[in-house]
Each structure stands twice: as C-alpha cells, then as structure tokens.
C-alpha cells in the first residue's frame, strides 16, 4: 500500500522557518516527480514546489521561490520543503503529491499527481 506521510508542520512566527518532510512508503519514489501543494481555508489547492525524478530541476510558484527549497533523499523515500522567511499568507495545509509513472516530466498541476499525503498544518502569526 502505497502511502505518504508528511510531517514538520506547526505554529511560527512571521520571518520564522520550517521544515517539511514527506516519507513515502509501499514502493520506492527515486524515478518519480514529486510536489509539494497547500490549500488555505477557503482558497483551492495551489502548487508550491516540484522537483523532478533526477532531482535536478526544481520549480516554485512566484510568491515561493527565493524563501522556499524543495529536495528528495531517494535512498531514505523522502521528500524535503525548507521554508525560510515565512510569511502570515503562508499558512495553509501543506500536502505532498507524487507521480506513478516513473522518469515523466514534471507536473505543476494537482490532476496530474497520483499519490497525496493527508497534509500538515503550517500557520504563521503575525
């Protein structure tokens, strides 16, 4: 059974950082894009952060990147977000999403990941 867990969530303060971690289970990641998503209440999910399956390319949404960094470790089956300079817009459910196919392009769109985490909570204060 395949299955995604993320974790690292939590409560911080504005220009405060965080570490997210997916570990994924029930077959081996290492030639799949992954993803990392969040949704704010009342907002549709939106796309954060991808890397591909070679883990050289990486992709963030404008209001990330800079702040954000998405990486993997294929021999722990673990998807990374390092979340620096964290903003009160930032909260929201971080999910993880993962592709079945193996050695695809990288998808910045929710439809076309086929695995998802149950998601984390990341608030801000101000």
């Known amino acids: 059974q395949v299955q995604l867990v993320e974790s690292g969530g939590g409560l911080v303060q504005t220009g405060g950082s965080l570490r997210l971690s997916c570990a994924a289970s029930?077959?081996?990641?290492?030639?799949?894009?992954m993803a990392w998503f969040r949704q704010a209440p009342g907002k549709e999910r939106e796309f954060v952060a991808a890397?591909?399956?070679?883990?050289?390319?990486?992709y963030y949404t404008d209001s990330v990147r800079g702040r954000f960094t998405i990486s993997r470790d294929n021999g722990k089956n673990t998807l990374y977000l390092q979340m620096n300079s964290l903003k009160p817009e930032d909260t929201a459910v971080y999910y993880c999403?993962?592709?079945?196919?193996?050695?695809?392009?990288?998808?910045?769109?929710?439809?076309?990941?086929?695995?998802w985490g149950q998601g984390t909570q990341v608030t801000v204060s101000s």
């Open positions: 999403a993962a592709k079945s196919s193996v050695r695809t392009a990288t998808p910045r769109a929710a439809r076309d990941y086929d695995y």
């Open positions: 890397i591909s399956w070679t883990g050289i390319s990486t």
């Open positions: 029930g077959r081996t990641f290492s030639s799949v894009a």
